[in-house]
């Protein structure tokens, strides 16, 4: 990292061991409220208030949240430069796994690990637990767990200096060294001291805290991932997102250069407006999908449900592969309650009607994929 093209930034270089690391400036910074800024703001704020209207009419929020959740796992994850898809999470633990992706074992596991995470942080802000250091450390030790990185000393904090866009992973050719190892403890509790405070609207309080986090970058691994992830609770905690419906990472991913491009335009010329714009824009597109998403799945059970009139055990099978699109017996007996022979039945009559059909050739242990639900949940 050249320290000279950071001298007109507004943070300052701490050097550690000779390395030269970027010390983000203090939150908050001086922000303008120009009319790009207020133009993408007004359509984010409405894009998640229609958002926030999803669950209304849905008697299982799991039927929505499970989807959503699943497609931010596998967005976060292909940012991180995986094959995952949607489906290699949810085959995740079924012992058949035909048609898989090109992901490895240790690509789903942190897909998978991501899944953990959002529910877990969304628990317990959900039980009033305000956003901390621990909890922080506590998710990102969640994200590392038994996949890539988890010899990097999940949940804690690093103690070694990192690079980020160093293509022979040396500090010379680094575009960016983020701060000093021994200044992030610090760092870190004054940023999560301001998540908690606030001195802007929360949508653009979670853009500028979105900068600091990544800037800041407090462990070795895991940091794009938790920094997305915390976006989430933030929006849930300030009560603009009710669950984990809005999965930004697909944005982040479709405009990775621009993400990472406009993240160092802060550090070195302080383009806060450029950076808030990105942000608000990917807030809002993301939104106005996965409205799109929820009610084009609410339509999709309505209509599954309208053949069924009479048939609850059928019903409760839909409902059931609403939230697990590939369907074995055993796992719909134990999820509905219904007996096997229901669940058989119910299943025999969804293969009928076309709404899942079998992917397996086992004989014994049969498993179905519900193909236009895929679909939905699987588009970009």
């Known amino acids: ?3 000279d093209e950071f001298a007109d930034g507004p943070g300052t270089i701490v050097e550690y061991d000779g390395l030269a690391c970027y010390r983000p400036a203090s939150l908050p910074p001086e922000i303008e409220y120009t009319d ?10 409405y894009a998640l208030g229609r958002l926030a209207t999803l669950h209304r009419n849905v008697d299982n929020e799991n039927l929505l949240i499970a989807p959503f959740v699943v497609r931010e796992a596998a967005m976060s994850s292909q940012i991180e430069g995986t094959n995952v898809t949607v489906s290699d999470i949810i085959l995740h633990d079924i012992d058949t796994s035909p048609r898989r992706s090109g ?3 240790q690509d789903v596991t942190e897909a998978y690990n991501y899944v953990d995470a959002i529910q877990q942080g969304f628990d317990r802000i959900a039980a009033g637990e305000q956003l901390s250091v621990d909890l922080v450390c506590d998710l990102q030790e969640t994200l590392l767990a038994d ?23 040396s500090a010379e050719s680094a575009r960016f060294v983020p701060a000093n190892p021994d200044t992030v403890d610090l760092l870190l509790e004054q940023l999560v001291s301001y998540m908690n405070a606030g001195s802007y609207p929360p949508l653009i309080d979670v853009a500028i805290t979105h900068y600091q986090f990544e800037t800041i970058h407090p462990f070795r691994d895991g940091n794009g991932r938790l920094g997305r992830l915390l976006m989430m609770l933030q929006l849930y905690d ?22 990472l491009d406009y993240l160092l335009a802060v550090s070195r010329d302080g383009a806060w407006e450029q950076w808030i714009t990105f942000v608000l824009n990917a807030i809002a597109e993301q939104a106005i999908d996965a409205y799109e998403c929820g009610v084009e799945l609410q339509t999709l059970r309505r209509e599954y449900h309208s053949r069924f009139p009479n048939r609850p055990a059928v019903r409760d099978v839909i409902d059931y592969v609403f939230e697990e699109p590939y369907l074995t017996a055993t796992r719909a007996i134990e999820a509905t309650g219904r007996s096997r022979q229901a669940v058989y039945d ?7 009607a076309g709404i899942v ?16 639900i895929l679909r939905v949940v699987e588009s970009p």
Do not use: K, T, W
């Open 238 to 259: 300030a009560g603009l997102l009710p669950e984990p419906y809005l999965y930004l990472s697909a944005y982040f991913n479709r405009h990775r250069q621009q993400y």
């Open 147 to 169: 996949g890539r990185g988890s010899e990097d000393r999940p949940g804690q904090l690093r103690e070694v200096p990192v690079y980020i866009g160093a293509p022979d992973g």
């Open 346 to 352: 119910a299943i025999e009559a969804l293969e009928a």
């Open 357 to 372: 059909d079998e992917i397996s050739d086992s004989e014994r242990y049969r498993v179905y994929e519900a193909p236009e």
């Open 103 to 105: 992901g490895d074992s």
């Open 36 to 45: 790009a800024i207020l133009c993408v703001y007004g359509d984010a704020q």
């Open 1 to 3: 990292m050249d320290a």
